[in-house]
């Protein structure tokens, strides 16, 4: 406001662009409305999904009882939704405060991520009305991979709403109850950082007990590893992603953002480096190495994947890519799509159970998973042309290009 | 502040990636846990292919023992029709043919008749795999129960079972796993398993697994052509007939497939003809996914010790920088 700026108050301001600022406006535009005619279109599918059993909706099948709306909808979607586990990783466990204004917009799309990850399982589990088993003394089996995952994204989602909450107690005014949680965030950072580590790599773990109908090229003891190093990549790379289509889509200028999302450029390199010695060496020291060329389809998929991982590491390696964010984008639209396939690799493609059975995704099928995801997208929009999300912008308002 | 590979490397690995590194590449031996073995009284079947002549009374008398609704595949709408287990299915009897099928139990130019159904695994993938408890293994007898009040549907069973057994039901909406119980329900009456009750042959043969143990040594010594006796529903009926002995091929189905199975197979043909995965390790998967689980989370130690270090980090990395100033 003042139109002089004392030198002491250079910083101060500085700082000030980094505080998250809700972008207003108004919510009805062409792309919520198809948004939300897309959310429609899932839901009378759905509502055929338990009316009929899922047989009416979907393609899965006794041969491959999982299709998409476990594979995307949970194993995939969560798996973007790291955004906010890789941002507080490097924002508040590496201690890298510089990246403090990109962890709320990620943290916002962990939380839908999230949230509509584990309401989407409801969807798909044929005995949905008995879900809650699955956390009940009596019934839960600790020795499932598959209680670890639900335990551990369950208490993650509560995790996440905490940590997000903030933003809500911010825009409420409820500063007193802001200051007090804060006092004790820390607590559920670090908990915010163990739960999504634990399931993430549990995601993976999922395979072991499936054995020999995972194909050698993916089924491995390393894969909790493998699943981890890719949804942290995922993570940082969703992050470069959502910076990119924020600045396009509500026209803000990423001067500020642009340093930090070179740095996580890099880092997507360092972890995709060492993801991919881990993998390719296993499948040395497992004498599988010939199964690379010799598997048909899944040889070509498999190197697909390969080239997917290995091309962020090349266009990263270049300092100058680095600082533009064309070459960002390419890098981490590379990761995401290598990240992508190889969960759908790991669990439909490599996944053989015996001859006669196939699976691909039906229409109304995909249609709901498009469905969850548009819900997802309307959600965020929502959230932050109403919260406090993205950071503040130094000339206000500069959406008017 | 520059954040360089090897700072991060280090946070990282003071961090998530090391609990699943350490665990994963060194799981610590007082964690790892062996196959499960078969439970001291076991019970199972004994399905001898070349006894089997392919009538499927084991199948019908299966479907009416359980209550299972009938199912047409071949669209005549005369008979049941199952072409493989299904979610109205617990039983099939499928046939192997070759050539001109001139020969029984031959592979070459012939035929052969295997009975698919549970397997009752001693160390099974559908129970380590199910979340709930809905697949157990619990009882003296070893067999692999199902209890759809606990189950979830998430058909994690299904995936994981190495011989595509249990299935669900995709056509309605209050979907179960169908999958044979070994009949306990007939076994808590006294009674043995239907499919057993009713084989003219004796090709499925119910008992102890002991006792099917020995069987299956006493029919593996039998000379090819020579006429020797074979009993019906369980070994020690006393209800026999008499037939030449079969020429059997060296493996015995389920001996120690992902660590051995309560209901095994004997045939004259290569199982691998049958469509049954036959490169199953002895090491039971279910013993695999399990010693990684108990190495990572075994008693919560590491996950505690990490969230420790972690929340650590986190209070020193929020000194500096709060969410607000
Ligand atoms: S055969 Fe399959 S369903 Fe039966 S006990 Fe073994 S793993 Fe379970
Ligand atoms: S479908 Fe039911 S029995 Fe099978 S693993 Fe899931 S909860 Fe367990
Ligand atoms: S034991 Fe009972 S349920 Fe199992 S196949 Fe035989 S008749 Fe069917």
């Known amino acids: 406001m003042s139109e002089v700026i004392l030198p002491s108050e250079v910083a101060k301001r500085q700082h000030h662009h980094h505080k998250p600022a809700a972008i207003g406006g108004g919510l009805i535009s062409p792309m919520t409305v198809v948004l939300g005619a897309l959310v429609a279109v899932a839901f009378f599918f759905l509502g055929q999904r338990f009316i009929y059993g899922l047989g009416a909706v979907t393609n899965v099948n006794n041969g491959y009882p999982w299709g998409i709306w476990v594979v995307w909808d949970v194993v995939i979607a969560t798996g973007f939704a790291c955004g906010g586990y890789a941002m507080a990783l490097v924002t508040y466990i590496l201690n890298k405060g510089e990246y403090h204004p990109l962890v709320r917009p990620a943290l916002t799309a962990s939380l839908f991520g999230y949230s509509l990850g584990g309401a989407s399982v409801l969807i798909d589990l044929g005995r949905y009305w008995n879900f809650w088993h699955i956390l009940w003394p009596g019934y839960a089996h600790v020795d499932s991979v598959m209680f670890e995952v639900a335990a551990c994204i369950s208490l993650y989602i509560i995790v996440l709403w905490i940590e997000f909450s903030p933003a809500f107690l911010e825009h409420l005014g409820l500063k007193d109850a802001k200051r007090k949680l804060s006092k004790v965030m820390f607590f559920f950072i670090g908990l915010g950082v163990l739960l999504p580590s634990m399931h993430q790599s549990s995601l993976g773990s999922l395979l072991v007990v499936m054995g020999a109908q995972v194909h050698p090229l993916w089924q491995t003891m390393l894969l909790p590893l493998l699943f981890l190093l890719t ?56 004498g599988q190495l010939g199964a690379i060329f010799t598997s048909g389809f899944k040889s070509v998929m498999f190197l697909i994947e390969m080239a997917l991982f290995a091309a962020p590491i090349v266009l990263m390696a270049k300092a100058a890519n680095r600082k533009r964010l064309s070459k960002l984008f390419a890098a981490a639209g590379s990761m995401l799509t290598g990240a992508v396939l190889y969960r759908i690799d790991a669990f439909l493609v490599a996944y053989d159970t015996g001859p006669g059975w196939n699976y691909f995704p039906s229409v109304p099928e995909m249609m709901v998973t498009i469905g969850i995801i548009a819900l997802e997208v309307l959600a965020y929009i929502v959230f932050v042309k109403k919260f406090p999300i993205l950071p503040g912008q130094p000339h206000q308002p500069s959406n008017g290009r | 502040m520059t954040i360089n590979r090897r700072d991060f490397l280090r946070g990282a690995a003071s961090g998530s990636a090391a609990v699943a590194a350490c665990a994963t590449l060194a799981p610590s031996r007082a964690e790892a846990r062996g196959n499960l073995p078969i439970p001291e009284n076991a019970v199972g079947l004994l399905y001898d292919s070349t006894l089997c002549i392919g009538c499927k009374a084991c199948m019908s008398a299966c479907k009416e023992a359980n209550d299972l609704p009938l199912e047409d595949n071949v669209g005549e709408g005369l008979w049941d029709t199952p072409l493989e287990l299904s979610g109205k299915t617990y039983t099939v009897i499928k046939i192997y043919q070759h050539g001109t099928m001139e020969h029984k139990d031959k592979a070459e130019n012939g035929f052969a008749h295997i009975k698919r159904q549970c397997l009752h695994c001693a160390d099974p993938s559908c129970v380590s795999a199910c979340p709930v408890s809905a697949m157990t293994k619990d009882g003296p007898l070893g067999i692999v129960e199902y209890n759809k009040d606990a189950c979830i549907g998430c058909r994690y069973c299904v995936a994981a079972c190495p011989f595509g057994v249990p299935q669900f039901q995709y056509d309605t909406p209050f979907p179960e796993i169908a999958k044979c119980q070994l009949c306990k329900h007939r076994l808590d009456d006294g009674k043995i398993p239907a499919c057993a009750e009713v084989c003219p042959t004796g090709a499925t043969l119910f008992g102890s697994y002991a006792a099917l143990d020995e069987e299956i040594t006493r029919r593996k010594a039998m000379t090819p052509g020579e006429a020797a006796l074979f009993p019906r529903r369980t070994v020690d009926s006393g209800d026999v007939h008499e037939k030449a002995a079969p020429e059997y091929i060296d493996d015995v189905y389920g001996d120690t497939e992902v660590g051995g199975t309560q209901v095994r197979y004997l045939s004259g043909v290569p199982f691998d003809k049958f469509g049954l995965p036959t490169d199953l390790p002895e090491r039971s998967f279910a013993s695999k996914s399990e010693t990684l689980q108990h190495s990572l989370y075994g008693g919560l130690a590491a996950p505690v010790v990490v969230l420790a270090g972690l929340v650590a980090a986190a209070w020193r990395g929020s000194k500096n920088h709060h969410d607000d100033e």
């Open chain 1, 231 to 286: 949804a942290a990549c995922m993570g940082f790379a969703v992050v470069i992603l959502e910076a990119t289509l924020a600045a396009v889509g509500f026209g803000r200028d990423l001067d500020h953002e642009l340093p930090m999302l070179s740095k996580i450029g890099k880092i997507i390199a360092g972890v995709l480096t060492v993801y991919l010695v881990l993998r390719l060496g296993d499948i040395v020291v497992r």
